[in-house]
């Protein structure tokens, strides 16, 4: 059974920074999309940033190009995303999500609906 946990979240000021990490466990496939989204109250989720375990590729929202980076660490089975440079709107209940995918791939997106594995989600409150 695949489980995702996602790190506590917290509360800094704009600009400043934090990090969140995602362990994931339970995959049968060898190559998997795992990526952050995050969804503010009154707004729809949004995807944030994945990326392909195995082809190593990763897509950002525009949103927050340049400031977020995800990454991996496949000896601790763990995604992280680090956000800098953070601002009052990225303030939201930010979620892991992952799916398989077969054979070879670099394919990876940001669309939650192809997503079938899910975090309990963690607060991140940005105040200026």
């Known amino acids: 059974q695949v489980k995702l946990v996602e790190s506590v979240g917290g509360s800094v000021q704009a600009g400043g920074s934090l990090r969140l990490s995602c362990a994931a466990s339970?995959?049968?496939?060898?190559?998997?999309?795992i990526g952050w989204f995050r969804q503010a109250p009154g707004k729809e989720r949004e995807g944030v940033a994945a990326i392909n375990i195995a082809g190593i590729s990763a897509v950002y929202a525009d949103s927050v190009k340049g400031r977020f980076t995800i990454s991996q660490d496949n000896a601790k089975k763990t995604v992280y995303l680090q956000m800098n440079s953070l601002k009052p709107e990225d303030t939201a209940v930010y979620y892991c999500a992952a799916f398989s995918i077969l054979g070879y791939s670099d394919y990876v997106s940001l669309n939650d609906y192809e997503y079938n594995y899910w975090g309990p989600g963690t607060q991140v409150t940005v105040s200026s």
């Open positions: 339970g995959f049968t496939a060898s190559n998997n999309c």
